[in-house]
T-cell receptor, first 115, second 116 residues
Framework: DARVTQTPRDKVTEMGQEVTMRCQPI?????VFWYRQTMMQGLELLAY????????DSGMPKDRFSAEMPDATLATLKIQPSEPRDSAVYFC?????????????FGPGTRLLVL | AQSVTQPDIHITVSEGASLELRCNYS??????LFWYVQSPGQGLQLLLK??????LVQGIKGFEAEFKRSQSSFNLRKPSVHWSDAAEYFC??????????????FGKGTHLIIQP
């Protein structure tokens, strides 16, 4: 049963610290998304990659957030420096884009708390 | 830009009763529509999806949804709910470019509570 994996599952850090979240997409999936879930804003798209190339990061605060995909099996989302308002659950999702109407498969999320 | 509205933040249903969760969307083209479910502390699981064809879509766990273009709606239904259906339900509209799937735009979610 192929799944998207995310690490860490939980992260507590202090304001100003760097946070790195990792995602391993399902093998063979070529598009990877990062979403953020908060009580106030709900689920928001932050950025996504296709064939490891960044396609859209307009949902991401550029000054402190960065997303990369160093290889086909790893996507990273970094926050530097972190702020309390970054506290949220960050989800990674992947899809095998061989055509239209593909299903996005979500990982379990990284729950981030910035103190 | 596309948007999704789920008018009900919370819904309480008795076990065994029928369920309908509402979803309205705004999208300039033919929408790709999805319903996901999220249990506490878990990721999102796809219940069903719609793009074209039969407007009544069957999904997993006994759920179905009906696409009504005239009403811009994609409501989720289940004839008889079980206690295990208690969760957060999200409606979403998908974007697709020539290269494939783009991001999903989600509604704010509906929290389903099941009464014994």
């Amino acid at each position: 049963d192929a799944r998207v994996t995310q690490t860490p599952r939980d992260k507590v850090t202090e304001m100003g610290q760097e946070v790195t979240m990792r995602c391993q997409p399902i093998l063979g999936h070529n598009t990877v998304f990062w979403y953020r879930q908060t009580m106030m804003q709900g689920l928001e798209l932050l950025a996504y990659f296709r064939n490891r190339a960044p396609l859209d990061d307009s949902g991401m605060p550029k000054d402190r957030f960065s997303a990369e995909m160093p290889d086909a099996t790893l996507a990273t989302l970094k926050i530097q420096p972190s702020e309390p308002r970054d506290s949220a659950v960050y989800f990674c999702a992947s899809v095998r884009t061989g055509g239209a109407f593909e299903t996005q498969y979500f990982g379990p999320g990284t729950r981030l708390l910035v103190l | 830009a596309q948007s999704v509205t789920q008018p009900d933040i919370h819904i309480t249903v008795s076990e065994g009763a029928s369920l309908e969760l509402r979803c309205n969307y705004s999208y300039g083209a033919t929408p790709y529509l999805f319903w996901y479910v999220q249990s506490p502390g878990q990721g999102l699981q796809l219940l069903l999806k719609y793009f074209s064809g039969d407007t009544l879509v069957q999904g997993i766990k006994g759920f179905e949804a009906e696409f009504k273009r005239s009403q811009s709606s994609f409501n989720l239904r289940k004839p008889s709910v079980h206690w295990s259906d208690a969760a957060e339900y999200f409606c979403a509209v998908g974007r697709y470019s020539g290269g494939g799937a783009d991001g999903l735009t989600f509604g704010k979610g509906t929290h389903l509570i099941i009464q014994p």
